[in-house]
């Protein structure tokens, strides 16, 4: 099967490792100096877990061209990425895809890739487990149990699931599917937004983060008024055991919060708050109708948000 993976940060890499190893024709498109250290010294990736390094070579494109074809597209980036290649995807030829990664808005993704795109486009929602960072060198130091990822779509189950059980069928990567992924994908965003910015707020020191009490409190209580809001939308938080240990173990989450913290691999966990500030204005959209009072998550927003454009100035 002729597969690309569009995006080559750690959950891209990762996912074309994979593929690769699963037998699959993988084309990888990625842009300076992430493509010539991908031609130069290919796919290189440290297994943390797993105590081994692998290295693949790999098919790099620059750009997608509009008569390029491939049997299945992963888009692997940050959701304040996702905009920007909306509009090639549609021009393309290409009819299955998958979009991976925090989504807020994958109804709004789906409409455009409909009402733009030359060919019908059959349109399914993922987001892979994993987590790392990539090195200055190009090396992909990988935080992971086994490759897995969750997957759905809008409207009723995958049109090309069979596709995808096929290109996964020899790769050592678990695929699971969700009836309701937008619902799934706006609930995981509540504490990606919640701990992201705790993090961010110490500067990415870990340690720090697990000895600030009153920080890992705040981050508990916003949890729980990001589920509100998500309630009060309409939407069904899955899994509910999320909402359910926020609301009823608040002291086992907050001593669950520190010990993870503290854990070595956790300053391998690669993040930007760009993507975050783009997931408070998504859920800003989503609250502002409603009627409620969210003071924990306002107050974070706006000291993380604050703290954010100060940086970039």
Known sequence: MRVLVYGMGV???????????????????????????????????RHYFQLKNTIDQVKVIHELQVDDHYDLIFVVMK????????????????????????????????????????????????FQISAGTREESG??????????MLLGSIDGEIPFKPLLDHVFKEAKYKLSYHEDMDAWLKSHIV??????SIGFL????????SKDKRL?????????????????????????????????????VYYALKIVHKLPFMKWVDGSFSE??????????????????????????????????????
């Open 202 to 209: 110490h500067n990415g020191d870990v340690k720090k983060v």
């Open 191 to 196: 504490p990606i937004v919640a701990l992201n």
């Open 139 to 148: 090396r992909v130091i990988c935080i992971r149990g086994g490759g897995q």
């Open 11 to 45: 959950l891209g890499s990762y996912l074309a490792h994979a593929l690769i190893r699963g037998g699959n024709d993988v084309t990888v498109l990625a842009r300076g100096k992430r493509a010539e250290q991908l031609k130069q010294d290919g796919l290189v990736i």
């Open 276 to 313: 975050i500030a783009a997931l408070f204005d998504s859920f800003g959209k989503l609250k502002q109708p409603l009627n409620i009072a969210t003071p924990h998550w306002d107050e974070l927003e706006n000291k993380a948000i604050s703290k954010f454009y100060s940086n970039k100035h």
């Open 216 to 252: 890992l409190k705040q981050a508990i209580s916003v949890m729980d008024e990001g589920f509100e809001i998500l309630e009060k939308s309409g939407y069904t938080i899955t899994p509910a055991s999320q909402v359910n240990s926020i609301r009823k173990h608040k002291k086992a």
């Open 79 to 126: 959701y304040n990425d996702f905009s920007a290649v909306l509009p090639i995807l549609a021009e393309n030829q290409s009819q299955n895809i998958v979009l991976v990664g925090n989504n807020a808005d994958a109804h709004g993704m789906l409409s455009i890739l409909q009402e733009k795109s030359i060919v019908k486009k059959n349109v399914g929602f993922g």
